[in-house]
């Protein structure tokens, strides 16, 4: 199995990867360019799995050589698992590559990272309902601090394919009075 890392940069992908890795680590350029990526090894119920820490993009139409780098690697990876990590601060920014991802078809699971940070602005986000929502697992962490790293690791095997159709009648479905991330309190 191959595991990527997808994300915004600066949203903690590097420090999942080595929390998952440890020091099994090669960093390489991707072909042709002089874009740096790294690759560790780690195991999961027994199985050797492969975990890439994908370039930081914050689309898949890219606008740098950097996130050009990141889509091939998606793209090159049909069969792989993508954890998408997302800066739980800034929610709307994230849901957005990560809503791409699944129109593309892999099988996906959020990481709502930066949890604290988040909390430190008054922003909850109700993970269970967003997940509910989008009908893949959603897991709330604190990577920094090790916090949900198990959890996140234990519902890999849950990550499948979406149809986006599925997530647009999930969201129909959803009370309009109710908000996902809520500035001012729990959701």
Avoid: Q
């Avoid at 849950?158 to 159709?165: D, G, I, Q, T, Y």
């Amino acid at each position: 199995m191959k595991i990527l890392l997808m994300g915004h940069p600066n949203v903690g992908k590097s420090v999942f990867f080595n929390r998952l890795t440890g020091a099994n680590v090669t960093e390489s350029n991707y072909p042709g360019t002089t874009v740096d990526y790294t690759k560790g090894w780690m195991k999961i119920e027994g199985e050797d799995v492969e975990i890439v820490d994908v370039p930081g993009t914050f689309s898949l139409d890219p606008k740098d050589r950097a996130e050009e780098v990141a889509v091939a690697m998606l793209h090159e990876n049909r069969d792989a698992k993508v954890i998408s990590v997302i800066d739980a601060s800034k929610i709307e920014r994230g849901i957005y590559l990560a809503l791409e991802i699944i129109e593309e078809g892999y099988p996906l699971v959020i990481a709502l990272n930066m949890r604290d940070v988040a909390e430190d602005k008054n922003i909850v986000i109700d993970a269970d309902r967003l997940e509910r929502i989008l009908g893949i697992p959603v897991v709330s962490t604190v990577a920094i601090a090790g916090e949900g790293i198990k959890e996140l690791v234990s519902r890999l095997k849950e990550a499948k394919p979406v149809n986006v159709e599925d997530i647009i009648a999930n969201a129909a479905n959803a009370s309009t009075t109710e908000s996902v991330a809520d500035a001012g309190g729990a959701a």
